[in-house]
């Protein structure tokens, strides 16, 4: 479809939204008529949708040119606002760019600029600087998780890139905490503040402790990812050797989980995130990187295998599940000799009641070696899988497409059938590779 506006119902249908909350009903019409919107509210109520509406009914459909700026802390964030908006289904151009993949990505997807660019502070910079393209079109400026765009570290990128956009007519911050200070030059004039953060919006989550007799805490693990039977979970840990303590334990226990630490390559964290989505994973064993910038919700628990630091990561670790209409929880594991920080309150204890085994992984990932530049389509992708790969549509599971590369999830029991018929087929006259990851 060509940059023809839709109207808000035909997002929220493709959506799969039946209704705005609260927050985004006041959120959208100030962001609609204001300069400057500071909005507060807590990870998982849905910010990305609160801003990114009036953005899209603001954008002129003439343009050639980048409009919107969306920065962000991290690439998982920008990938996900990313996804969000091409499922939007608008019609208007979107990238993201992002350090740990290559410029050469950047450049293609570039040649053809669009309407909404996201990205990390230090890629954008890097291509404000080498003048990729035009800034002076940019009218409004999104800054995501503003707290931590706006740390020690990004500060001297974040000054640079809005030095280079004398042009912004609109301005949006948000963030899930407050009392951040924003410095001048970011030019927030008279912002209206939305702050939702007061408002008891937790309902829909649960906080549980269970006590480990063990100090590791493993057992404990274990009794939390049976009982939640195949549900999607993320366990998280404070530091990366705990993470391979975590990965032993569960691959000896034939648990399907994936890692996810600042420790691993981009490319791997991206395909643990993808096969989590599609279910090849049952876990995902993270830092407290995945508490923020990623929107799985389908994620119906977490666990605190190693308990936060401070108060922050506790909320914002919470916030990966429960998120906006549905209902999660969030599973403390305490040593019976450990005492429990002072922000972690109204936790009772669970004794967890074991009984069933463990169901079998059910989905496998396959990796195809042509994506969007190849002009190839989620609908060339099931049709091969159909005609050539002789099977049902309850056997084809979640396709993600990316620039250069598909990833679809298959049953477990017909992937290596699978990669047999595939591999060294054509689509979209290119010869594709089909392997399994």
């Known amino acids: 479809m060509a940059n023809d506006k839709k109207a808000q119902h035909e997002i929220l249908d493709k959506l799969n939204i039946s209704e705005l909350n609260n927050m985004q009903l006041e959120a959208i019409p100030v962001i609609e008529s204001t300069a400057n919107t500071v909005l507060l509210s807590p990870t998982g109520t849905g910010k990305t949708l609160a801003f990114l509406l009036p953005i899209i009914g603001n954008l002129d459909p003439k343009s050639k040119e980048i409009q919107a700026l969306i920065l962000v802390p991290s690439r998982e964030l920008a990938i996900q606002i990313e996804q969000v908006i091409r499922s939007m289904g608008s019609g208007y151009k979107v990238n993201a760019v992002y350090g740990g993949r290559s410029m050469a990505k950047d450049k293609i997807e570039l040649k053809h600029i669009p309407a ?3 990205g990390t502070p230090g890629r954008i910079s890097d291509h404000f600087l080498n003048e990729r393209f035009s800034k002076k079109f940019i009218k409004t400026l999104v800054l995501d998780e503003f707290d931590k765009c706006l740390e020690i570290g990004f500060e001297n990128e974040m000054k640079e890139i809005i030095s280079f956009m004398p042009n912004v007519k609109k301005r949006i911050l948000t963030s899930a905490t407050k009392g951040v ?26 906080v549980k402790t269970v006590v480990s007799p063990s100090k590791n805490k493993l057992k404990a693990l274990l009794d939390i990812i049976n009982y939640n039977r195949n549900q999607p979970g993320i366990v998280f840990c404070n530091l990366k050797d705990s993470i391979e303590t975590v990965s032993d334990f569960l ?19 991206e395909r643990s995130l993808i096969k989590f989505r599609n279910g090849t994973y049952q876990v995902i064993v993270a830092t407290d990187l995945a508490a923020r910038g990623i929107d799985i919700p389908e994620v119906k628990y977490i666990v ?18 429960a998120r906006v209409a549905e209902k999660g929880t969030a599973y403390v594991i305490k040593w019976e000799k450990e005492n429990l920080p002072d922000f972690i309150k109204n936790s009772p204890v669970e004794k967890l009641s074991v009984k069933k085994e463990q169901i ?10 042509g994506g969007r ?30 620039l250069d590369c598909t990833f679809v999830a298959v049953p477990v029991s017909i992937a290596k059938q699978l990669v047999a018929k595939l591999n060294n087929t054509r689509l979209k006259k290119k010869k594709v590779r089909v392997t399994i990851i």
């Not at 079998?360 to 070696?369: A, G, M, N, R, V």
């Not at 005609?387 to 979640?398: M, P, R, S, V, Y």
Request: charged share 25%; with cysteine; glycine share 8%.
């Open 373 to 402: 530049k190849d002009k190839i389509s989620k609908g060339d992708i099931a049709g091969l899988f159909f005609k050539q790969g002789n099977i049902t549509k309850e056997q084809l599971g979640i396709i993600e497409l990316k």
């Open 251 to 269: 691959t000896k226990h034939h648990i399907s989980f994936g890692c996810f630490s600042g420790g691993m390559d981009q490319k791997d964290r």
């Open 181 to 206: 200070r924003i410095p001048s030059f970011v030019q927030l004039d008279k912002p209206t503040t939305i702050d939702y953060l007061e408002i008891k919006t937790d309902a829909k989550l649960s």
């Open 304 to 321: 605190h295998y190693e308990l936060p630091v401070h108060s922050d990561d506790f909320i914002h670790r919470n916030g990966r599940t």
């Open 116 to 118: 909404i660019l996201i």
């Open 360 to 369: 079998p992984q059910y989905w496998e990932t396959l990796f195809i070696s």
